[in-house]
């Protein structure tokens, strides 16, 4: 057994992790802040939060599973860090129902099927019914923690079959469904209806263990890239972020390949960069803010958004009466 060692904190990855999640807020809120589409590309922001948290994942718990530490733990472990706040989250949707119920009559919704949403999203319960825009509908960004478990239970599960021949065989097998099920969507941006849930799983699969490859892998590359330890790279990376959720192809093919590219290419190679370069001390402490808030921002931030939409619908105030 090998003792534990110090953990280090990528805090480069914390702020990359942070502006990705600011992006999907502004993307979500983009209606009452400009006309179209705010940071037009920023769902994929999902698949990015999958690659780093498949990075992160491996490199706070390889060592610890292989020391010991059980399945139950694990889980128990990452439930108690995702949980609460998803729960706020879900409490805000219900919430936001049962008000609209008051103030909006012509929305009214009977309080069994507020029930039925607050019971399946308190228990991760997916509603894939045609009915339901999303499969959790009092907190629609959860779509993507409810794939993120899934893909914990998974990495915790199969842990000890994941070699790198196995993570790359994994990868590219879940990168060949990708093209396929994006091919046929005409876009990236799928697995939060129940039409298109079963195409969320290739799409956190090649992700996420993509991240724990390259975690496992840094031994590897990163001696290779000392270049990035002198310079600005890590805001270079940043500034990408952002570049890639503003820019907007046309076209299906178009968007097709541009997503495929920024998750295969852009997204690995800003989380090296961020995983091998210094983080300049004046910024250490900003970095690891905008990691804290990420999950708090990307969690809440939906519920938050319908409650305000609801407002403006209830005193018919543009733009917000016009918002789904």
Same mark, same amino acid.
């Given at each position: 057994m090998q003792p534990a060692a110090p953990r280090h904190v990528y805090l480069n990855l914390d702020a990359i992790r942070g502006v990705a999640a600011i992006s999907v807020m502004l993307y979500h809120f983009s209606p009452f802040l400009a006309d179209g589409k705010v940071l037009p590309s920023s769902y994929l922001a999902v698949d990015l939060f999958f690659l780093l948290s498949g990075f992160v994942i491996a490199h706070a718990y390889d060592r610890k599973i292989e020391n010991g530490m059980g399945f139950g733990t694990f889980l128990a472990i990452r439930l108690i860090r995702l949980y609460p706040l998803?729960?706020? !989250? #879900?409490?805000?949707?219900?919430?936001?129902?049962?008000?609209?119920? /008051? =103030?909006?009559?012509?929305?009214?919704?009977?309080?069994?099927?507020? !029930?039925?949403?607050? #019971? #399946?999203?308190?228990?991760?319960? *997916?509603?894939? !019914?045609?009915?339901?825009?999303?499969?959790? *509908?009092?907190? *629609?960004? %959860?779509?993507? =923690?409810?794939?993120?478990?899934?893909?914990?239970?998974?990495?915790?599960?199969?842990?000890?079959? =994941? %070699?790198? /021949?196995?993570? #790359?065989?994994?990868?590219?097998? %879940?990168?060949?469904?990708?093209?396929?099920? %994006?091919?046929?969507? !005409?876009?990236?941006?799928?697995?939060?209806t129940g039409k298109t849930i079963i195409s969320g799983l290739p799409r956190v699969s090649f992700s996420f263990f993509l991240g724990v490859l390259l975690c496992r892998s840094m031994a590897h590359y990163q001696d290779g890239l000392g270049f990035l330890r002198r310079g600005w790279w890590v805001e270079a990376a940043i500034l990408l972020t952002l570049i890639v959720f503003a820019i907007a192809p046309a076209g299906a093919a178009g968007r097709v390949a541009y997503d495929l590219a920024s998750i295969a290419v852009v997204f690995p190679l800003m989380v090296v960069t961020g995983a091998v370069a210094p983080t300049a001390p004046r910024l250490a402490s900003f970095y690891g803010w905008l990691g804290r808030v990420s999950y708090p921002l990307y969690i809440i931030h939906t519920p938050m958004l319908m409650i305000i939409a609801g407002a403006g619908k209830a005193a018919s105030v543009d733009p917000f009466a016009h918002h789904p």
């Open positions: 998803y729960l706020a !989250g #879900t409490l805000l949707g219900c919430f936001y129902l049962l008000v609209k119920n /008051r =103030l909006i009559a012509t929305e009214y919704m009977p309080l069994s099927e507020i !029930g039925t949403q607050l #019971t #399946t999203g308190m228990l991760f319960i *997916p509603l894939v !019914g045609d009915a339901y825009h999303t499969i959790f *509908p009092l907190n *629609p960004a %959860s779509w993507s =923690l409810f794939f993120e478990l899934i893909v914990n239970i998974a990495y915790a599960a199969v842990f000890l079959l =994941l %070699s790198k /021949r196995v993570l #790359t065989v994994l990868v590219a097998v %879940s990168l060949v469904l990708l093209i396929v099920a %994006s091919a046929l969507a !005409g876009t990236l941006d799928f697995g939060m």
